[in-house]
């Protein structure tokens, strides 16, 4: 199978001070699907500009073709099922069935207390998004949906007329964990990961390599389990956040060998940020572009 190339263009922008032409670029060069972070800010990006998801991605679904988009990743931090839900179908519809979200238990950053709430402990993390998950999947595919669970619930929650994807939009499950490598294989169209983080400062690329395929491993066990193949869940690689960084945008050459290491391990879809200059998606555009246009090819 050919290795899919696509890229992650952050919020930060004004739509019409190159947003948009962000966009419009990625479908030029060809990318598989562009993707956005869902959070309400992010990191060294907190205190600058930052736009909403979904917004954005409605603009981008206007602005573009071809282009598949999404998330990476939407959590439950500051999301509930229902609501979500609804803005799915609408932004499924608007883009003519291009979405794919891509979902995560989230984290501790600014968005586990913009709402208020104390930030909640991996454990709590765990078992909302264990009920988060099958809720959204029953959203989108069911006409209307009661339900009442720990975390949250439901009433009557009309969705006609569904997703434009039948039986709905794909979800990509961010996760590493048991638990969340279990809901990866039983909702899942697509599995996501951005590495090992533990290894982020002093592992090697070696070790982030075998970290990855201890990973797969217990990717494949979860889907055994469950009775599903394996090879019927896509594998998208995050990249930025491997001991590599950012090196393998330095170069065309480096970037295909990257890839190439990662493709053996089974990965589908390798996902690259936009560059983003003085911060840690810096990268020189020329080359971003070069490897856009001419990697893919070499990866087939």
Not at 92 to 100: A, E, F, L, N, P
Not at 119 to 133: G, I, N, Q, S
Request: charged fraction near 25%; hydrophobic fraction near 40%; aromatic fraction near 10%.
């Amino acid at each position: 199978m050919s290795l899919r190339l696509s890229t992650v263009i952050l919020p930060y922008l004004r739509w019409h001070e190159g947003g948009r032409s962000a966009w419009t670029r990625a479908e030029q060069l060809g990318f598989h699907t562009g993707y956005t972070y869902d959070h309400l800010s992010w990191r060294t990006f907190r205190d600058g500009p930052w736009f909403g998801a979904i917004p954005t991605l409605t603009a981008a679904a206007t602005a573009t073709e071809r282009l598949r988009l999404g998330t990476l990743v939407t959590s439950p931090n500051f999301r509930h099922p229902v609501n979500l839900a609804k803005e799915l179908i609408s932004l499924d519809d608007i883009s003519g069935g291009r979405i794919t979200l891509g979902i995560g238990a989230g984290g501790t950053g600014f968005d586990a207390t913009a709402l208020g709430q104390d930030p909640w402990t991996p454990r709590e993390r765990a078992d909302r998004f264990a009920e988060f998950v099958p809720l959204l999947d029953r959203l989108l595919t069911e006409d209307s949906v009661s339900y009442e669970g720990d975390f949250y619930s439901a009433h009557e929650a009309r969705n006609i007329p569904g997703c434009v994807q039948r039986p709905r939009l794909p979800f990509a499950v961010a996760a590493t964990g048991p638990r969340g490598l279990k809901l990866a294989a039983r909702h899942g169209q697509a599995w996501v990961t951005t590495g090992d983080p533990k290894l982020f400062e002093k592992g090697t690329p070696e070790q982030s390599v075998e970290a990855i395929r201890g990973q797969i491993e217990k990717l494949t066990d979860a889907c055994v389990a469950l009775g599903r193949d394996v090879r019927t869940l896509d594998k998208i690689l995050l990249t930025g956040f491997t001991p590599d960084r950012g090196r393998p945008l330095g170069s065309l050459d480096a970037f295909v060998d990257f890839a190439s290491r990662h493709q053996e391990l089974g990965f589908t879809e390798i996902v690259i940020h936009w560059p983003i200059p003085d911060s840690d998606f810096a990268a020189d555009q020329k080359v971003f572009e070069q490897i856009a246009m001419e990697a893919p090819a070499q990866l087939r």
